[in-house]
T-cell receptor, first 113, second 112 residues
Framework: GEDVEQSLFLSVREGDSSVINCTYT??????LYWYKQEPGAGLQLLTY?????DMKQDQRLTVLLNKKDKHLSLRIADTQTGDSAIYFC?????????????FGTGTRLTVIP | DGGITQSPKYLFRKEGQNVTLSCEQN?????MYWYRQDPGQGLRLIYY???????QKGDIAEGYSVSREKKESFPLTVTSAQKNPTAFYLC???????????FGPGTRLTVT
């Protein structure tokens, strides 16, 4: 079955870069996503990468995909206190016509002022 | 404003009672989803619907039921058969054939 793993916690100092890592097991994934969840709120789509890409950059966010190692990372440059949240990676596997997502456990990012 | 709404934000029920959580979207999305979130765990799929009048069980459908009578609405009923219903429930939607899902703000259900 699908298994998406993330470390549970990450702390960084304000202004530093954060790197949140994710590993997945299903090599037939088509898209990989990063979502952000602030306390008591729903998930906000941050960015996504197609499985045939290695890298995608969007302002302070850089997504790196190593398909051989099934490893996905999200780098946040110049981390701010407003970046404190839980970050989920998710993979999309096209099966029976449904675009279901499989989520990791989430990484709680704490930004220290 | 386009988006997904869930109501209420907080819901309290006594054990043994059924409760229905609301999810409405005005994004004209065909597909809708219900997830459950527990502390320290990722989201787990309860039910999904790709089209009106059709829905499929997800990974943890036992003790839950849904309906999809209108494109805009996908209510979830948590029945008394659900052994551990206290959780944060998230609804999402997506365009047919698209991969990205858009989430509502969630409903926190507490059953005592």
């Amino acid at each position: 079955g699908e298994d998406v793993e993330q470390s549970l916690f990450l702390s960084v100092r304000e202004g530093d870069s954060s790197v949140i890592n994710c590993t997945y097991t299903d090599s037939s994934s088509t898209y990989l996503y990063w979502y952000k969840q602030e306390p008591g709120a729903g998930l906000q789509l941050l960015t996504y990468i197609f499985s045939n890409m290695d890298m995608k950059q969007d302002q302070r966010l850089t997504v790196l995909l190593n398909k051989k190692d099934k490893h996905l990372s999200l780098r946040i440059a110049d981390t701010q206190t407003g970046d404190s949240a839980i970050y989920f990676c998710a993979e999309s596997i096209r099966a029976t016509g449904a675009n279901n997502l499989f989520f990791g456990t989430g990484t709680r990012l704490t930004v220290i002022p | 404003d386009g988006g997904i709404t869930q109501s209420p934000k907080y819901l309290f029920r006594k054990e043994g009672q059924n409760v229905t959580l609301s999810c409405e979207q005005n994004l004209n999305h065909d597909a809708m989803y219900w997830y459950r979130q527990d502390p320290g765990q990722g989201l787990r799929l309860i039910y999904y619907s790709q089209i009106v009048n059709d829905f499929q069980k997800g990974d943890i459908a036992e003790g839950y039921s849904v309906s999809r009578e209108k494109k805009e609405s996908f209510p979830l009923t948590v029945t008394s058969a659900q052994k551990n219903p206290t959780a944060f429930y998230l609804c999402a939607s997506s365009r047919q054939g698209a991969n990205e899902q858009y989430f509502g703000p969630g409903t926190r259900l507490t059953v005592t």
